[in-house]
T-cell receptor, first 112, second 115 residues
């Protein structure tokens, strides 16, 4: 079946450090891939997405590249800020369905 | 500003009670979803609906039912609440086929505690 696996947290970084949160997926066909972010006390909101292989999604300094050969969609940011502290969810939408399947979430804590 | 509104932010109920969680969206979306969020388990889909009066089971429908009588409203019902249903419940909506902008819009969540 379709599934998403992401690294466990928490990830703890100092401000301006480089961030990588790993995400791999299992899916039939060609899924669309997403990163959602949940700030404290809020619902999830879309951070970035990629709909086909080799696409790069980017937003707010975050990037992720759809790698079909490694079935991965790792989230990266070159220099994190305290305001990036949140829970990050990797998700996929399998071909021909409107359902999203989410990973377990990775909490990021950034300290000054 | 587009919105998905969940009726309660915090809710405390007793074991055995019938519980209604309400969700309203103002974007004329066809799809609506109910997820529960638990530490270490992420988001798990309970039920979703593609249209008025239509519903489909998600991954963990046991102990839940839903109602979609109007396009903008999607209700989650716990027929007889149990302590293992203590969780954060998230409602979401999207256009059919993700045609317009390929994303889910989420509400802020309802933290339900069953005592």
């Amino acid at each position: 079946g379709n599934s998403v696996t992401q690294m466990e947290g928490p990830v703890t970084l100092s401000e301006e450090a480089f961030l990588t949160i790993n995400c791999t997926y299992t899916a039939t066909g060609y899924p669309s891939l997403f990163w959602y972010v949940q700030y404290p006390g809020e619902g999830l909101q879309l951070l970035l997405k990629a709909t086909k292989a080799d696409d790069k999604g980017s937003n707010k300094g975050f990037e992720a590249t759809y790698r079909k050969e490694t079935t991965s969609f790792h989230l990266e940011k070159g220099s994190v800020q305290v305001s990036d502290s949140a829970v990050y969810f990797c998700a996929l939408r399998a071909y021909n369905t409107d359902k999203l399947i989410f990973g377990t979430g990775t909490r990021l804590q950034v300290f000054p | 500003d587009v919105k998905v509104t969940q009726s309660s932010r915090y809710l405390v109920k007793r074991t055995g009670e019938k519980v209604f969680l309400e969700c309203v969206q103002d974007m004329d979306h066809e799809n609506m979803f109910w997820y529960r969020q638990d530490p270490g388990l992420g988001l798990r889909l309970i039920y979703f609906s593609y249209d008025v009066k239509m519903k489909e089971k998600g991954d963990i429908p046991e102990g839940y039912s839903v109602s979609r009588e109007k396009k903008e409203r999607f209700s989650l019902i716990l027929e007889s609440a149990s302590t293992n249903q203590t969780s954060m419940y998230l409602c979401a909506s999207s256009s059919r086929g993700f045609a317009t902008n390929e994303k889910l819009f989420f509400g802020s969540g309802t933290q339900l505690s069953v005592l």
